[in-house]
Every structure is written in structure tokens, then in C-alpha cells.
């Protein structure tokens, strides 16, 4: 019988220490932002957003940012790691340089209150404004409102988007241009206009046919390398560019 | 904060003040975007080079209706080795202009563009450098000859 046992080698992992270099701001301290340097140890498939639980919890209590569910369904960790707009909690250490120091600041465009927090209401004013809800037209049906499969692929990818702002915030557009409406807000848009149950499509692209509306566009494809969830948003805005230009929805 | 207008917008307003006051002051680090981020900003930079150089470019042939000796005093004072350089340059940017330009409209129109964007960089960057290596050559030829002295 003991012959038998075959003892599963498990992976060692060795926590080693990574460097963060994260851009702090406490407004009623600070006046302007700077950089600040914690080690600490990290294995491997830890995350960025342990890291900075860390720090929070044995190291600086006053480091300040959002975070809810942990697990890339909320949307409350975006900000820039090294660089690029992601969220704390779907980054894993591994995939980062972590013979540098990780640099984590908070996501561009937005004003600044405390460290990793920005102010997220010109953002989600810019998602209000293109109705970003069921507009049915006729009597209310007695049962569901029914729609092929086909027709739902359509917009299914933008159905993904859990409003972390990575992508709006990534767009040198809406970094300079506050008035753009921004990726999230056309992809919430796309959603609803090639909805074959809705019908306020027209009126969306009357929203969007604007100087700040889609045209302010310039395809530098930042928001779709950006987007935590995957979705193809350039090529989201493009259809609604053409939809607007050839008018079919 | 649903159903407190007012003090959203108090936050808006001083956090806004903050960010004048010199928070957004270009603090960073540089935003790494792709192909897509960079042939933008190329885009630019080689727009507005080519239009400096047209600037220059009306100015120049204009004289000629001022007055032809300055107009054949002016091109003369072009004929030197780093005007020559300068267009290179200036094949270069407008060359890159043109093709990054075409791509431009095929992630606007075509509806597998935005997919292949990246591809089409590649493809416009291998276009450029078989045009430009044969282009440089023959741009810079006499250039050289004239500095090195020629071979035949």
C-alpha cells in the first residue's frame, strides 16, 4: 500500500520582493502629486491589487484607492500599471516586470481626489447622456421580448462592459477634450442602437453625431488594448461612425 | 452619490481646482499605447511637417513673381547637402503620411479594418522602407558624389 502513494510534487513558490512606485496625492497634505516606493513581498500569482492591500494594511494606512468585488466584475480598480490603463485585481504580478519598480498611478482625464482616486462623474455624466437603456416602442408584451441569436451577437460583445473607465481614460482624445463623450459611453451607445428590441436608435446617433460625439474619434485603438473585459471598441465606435454615415442600423 | 446634486458638485468644483493647480501638471509616466497610439502621434508630427513645408514651399515659388533674380537666389541656396537631407525628410514624412492616411480609411470604411489595424501597420511600415531604400539611394546620390568624389 505504501508503495502506492505517489506524493504530488507541489510548485514551490517563492515570495520575492517587488518594488511599487505609486503616485500619491493627499490633497489636504500634498500639493502636488509625487512618487512613493514600497517593497513589498510578492509571489508570482499575487496581484496588483494585494500589493496594494498590503501597503494599505502593514505599511501606509493613509494609501487610498477603490476596490470592491476583487475579481474584474465591478470595475472599481482601474488605474495605470506601468503605464497602461488595468485593473489592480485581474493583474497578476507575473505578467510585470517586477525586477523594476511597478509603477501604479491613478487612470488620466479625470480630476484627481486622493492617490488612485479620481472624481468618476464626468464619466458616468457622458454615459447618462446617450441613454444607456431599453427604449421598446408599441404595447408592452404579455410575454418576453424575443430576439434570434443572431441578431443578439451583434452587440453582445459591448453587453461586456462593467464601466472601470480604462478605456475612456486611456483615450489622448478625452485626455485633452473633456467634452468627448469617450469609449464607454459610444460602447453603452452601440449597445442599445443595434439592439433589434430597441427603438431609440435614431435618436442615439443624433446624440453621437456630434463634434464631441464619435468623430472625435482618431482610432489610436488605446481603448481596446486597455479594455479589462476584451471588448473590440474602436471597432464598436467604427459602426457607429458608418451607421451614422450610411444610416443603417 | 444619487440624490445629493449639490454636494457633487461642490466636489466636482474643488477637485477640479486641484487639478488646475498644477496636480495634472504633466506628472507620469508616458501612456504606452500600441501601434495604433504611436502612428497617430506620427500622423501628426509628419502633418505638420508637411505643412510647414508647404508653407515655405508657396512662399518661395511666390517670389518668383516678385522678383526672378530672388526667386533664383533663393532655390540656389537650396542646392546643399542638408537641404538635400531635408528631403529625405520630407519624402519620408509625406510618404508616411500618405499610406498611414489610406490606412486611416480602411479602419473608417472597411468593417475588417479595425481588426487588422495592427497588420496594416506592418504592412504600410514594410511598404515605406521598400520605397524610401531605393528613394534614399537615389536622392542622396549626388550628394555624395559631389562630397566623396564619384566612382566612375
Known sequence: ?249 | MPGMPEVTTVDVASSTANLEAGVAKSFGTLYRGGEGMWTWVLQRVTGVAVFFFLFVHVLDTALVRVSPTAYNSVIASYKTPIVNLLEVGLVGAVLYHALNGLRVILVDFWSKGPRLQRQMTWVIAAVWVVVMVPGIFFMLKHTVETIFGSTS
Not at chain 1, 69 to 95: P, Q, Y
Not at chain 1, 129 to 153: C, K, M, N, T
Not at chain 1, 171 to 199: E, K, L, M, N
Open chain 1, 1 to 249: 500500500m505504501t508503495a502506492a502513494v505517489v506524493v504530488p510534487e507541489t510548485p514551490v513558490l517563492i515570495a520575492q520582493d517587488v518594488t511599487f512606485r505609486i503616485a500619491r496625492f493627499l490633497p489636504d497634505v500634498d500639493s502636488e502629486v509625487h512618487w512613493e516606493d514600497f517593497v513589498v513581498p510578492m509571489y508570482p500569482t499575487d496581484r496588483v491589487l494585494d500589493a496594494l492591500s498590503k501597503i494599505k494594511g502593514d505599511l501606509d494606512g493613509t494609501l487610498s484607492f477603490r476596490r470592491s468585488c476583487g475579481h474584474g466584475i465591478c470595475g472599481s480598480d482601474a488605474m495605470r500599471i506601468n503605464g497602461r490603463n488595468r485593473l489592480a485585481c485581474k493583474t497578476l504580478v507575473k505578467d510585470l516586470d517586477s525586477s523594476k519598480p511597478i509603477t501604479v498611478e491613478a487612470i488620466k482625464g479625470l480630476p484627481l481626489e486622493k492617490d488612485l482616486i479620481v472624481d468618476m462623474e464626468p464619466f458616468f455624466a457622458a454615459y447618462r447622456q446617450v441613454l444607456p437603456f431599453l427604449i421598446p416602442d408599441g404595447h408592452e408584451p404579455s410575454r418576453e421580448r424575443l430576439q434570434s441569436a443572431e441578431d443578439r451577437a451583434i452587440f453582445d460583445d459591448g453587453t461586456k462592459c462593467i464601466l472601470c473607465a480604462c478605456c475612456t481614460t486611456s483615450c489622448p482624445v478625452y485626455w485633452t477634450d473633456g467634452q468627448y463623450f469617450g469609449p464607454a459611453a459610444i460602447v453603452a451607445a452601440h449597445r442599445f442602437i443595434f439592439d433589434s428590441r430597441d427603438s431609440g436608435a435614431e435618436q442615439r446617433l443624433e446624440i453621437l453625431n456630434d463634434r464631441e460625439g464619435v468623430w472625435r474619434c482618431r482610432t489610436t485603438f488605446n481603448c481596446t488594448d486597455a479594455c479589462p473585459r476584451g471588448i473590440e471598441i474602436t471597432k464598436a465606435i467604427q459602426e457607429v461612425k458608418r451607421a451614422l454615415i450610411f444610416r443603417r442600423v
